[in-house]
């Protein structure tokens, strides 16, 4: 575990108190670590970078004041920007408009989840969840575009029950006390995608299927390639449980989130397999 390092335990220590503080590699340094080494054990770890972990946190901190009701300057001061160009900008990076051009009047919702593995984003309606990702995908940017269109425009900041949903749900998963998510869900893609994500989510948690096990299952056994690139094209992580997908022969294969992040993932479910716990809430 990431915690057992005791250089990297120590600056998560200090990311939590001070986390709108906009930290540099000599800060690192001042606390008798050596950044290059620092670097490579973050991005092996969480598959970022110190630094890269301390400017999306001090982002969380503005994303969650805006969420709250608050105004985008107090966003911008929670998250520890002096400059109001430099934070919209950082947050247009991170999901694709800057905070200003968020609507007002949403009927989708984006909002900041936390997990052991990542921070995520969830796009709700009031009623059914649309995406859940980890922020650093490089399909995110793509993703919110075509919801961005789906909605006309109309994404905001903002929690619902399906967020706070969803919330509960992942936590329950990452604490080891339930892989079971039932919050509803809708899925934007064609027919033939649409029936390989239903059919990742009968894969059991702690098990995996090959490609060419999907393919054959939804009675397209020469379809594997095609399954594959259904597969990629998920945008609701964890829930429709691409990460359970893997090579033929065993091997890990291409994951959005990090190979690193499903890696992880699979140990975290060996816990759910039959026997490994008295019971599933």
């Known amino acids: 575990m990431a915690s057992a390092d005791p250089a ?6 200090a990311l939590d108190e001070r986390p709108e503080y906009p930290w540099r590699e000599a800060d ?39 969420a709250d009701g608050g105004k985008v300057i107090d966003a911008q001061l929670d998250a520890g920007f002096e400059s109001a160009s430099a934070f919209r900008a950082a947050f247009a990076k991170l ?24 921070d995520m984003i969830a ?6 969840l649309h995406l859940l990702e980890f922020f650093d995908r490089k399909a995110l940017r793509t993703q919110l575009t075509r919801l ?14 399906i967020s706070e949903q969803i ?16 919050t509803p869900l809708v899925q934007h893609g064609p ?10 989510q009968t894969i059991p948690a702690g098990q995996t299927r090959s490609y060419s096990d999907i393919a054959r299952a939804i009675g397209r056994p020469t379809a594997t390639r095609a399954v594959a690139r259904a597969n990629g094209a998920n945008q609701i992580a964890l829930v429709i449980p691409c990460h359970r997908v893997i090579g033929a022969d065993g091997s890990l294969t291409g994951y959005g989130g990090g190979l690193w992040r499903k890696q ?14 008295e019971t599933l809430s």
Do not use: H, N
Not at 28 to 36: A, F, I, Q, T, Y
Not at 41 to 46: E, M, N
Not at 148 to 161: N, P, Q, S, V
């Open 191 to 200: 027919e033939f995608t649409r029936t390989v994500w239903q059919e990742l």
């Open 148 to 161: 961005d269109k789906f909605a006309k425009g109309r994404i905001g900041i903002g929690r619902t029950d």
């Open 28 to 66: 690192v340094e001042k606390m008798g670590l050596d950044p290059s080494t620092i670097r490579r054990s973050f991005k092996r770890q969480f598959g970022m970078t110190f630094l890269e972990m301390a400017r999306q946190r001090r982002l969380r901190e503005g994303f969650e004041t805006i």
């Open 123 to 128: 796009v709700t309606s009031r009623s059914e």
């Open 8 to 13: 990297i335990g120590a600056l998560l220590v």
């Open 167 to 182: 919330k509960a749900e992942l936590q329950a998963f990452f604490a080891g006390t339930s892989a079971r998510f039932q």
């Open 95 to 118: 999901v694709g408009r800057a905070p200003g051009r968020m609507d007002s009047d949403p009927i989708l919702f984006a909002d900041w989840i936390t997990t052991t593995l990542g």
């Open 264 to 277: 992880k993932l699979l140990e975290i479910e060996r816990q759910y397999l039959p026997g490994k716990l």
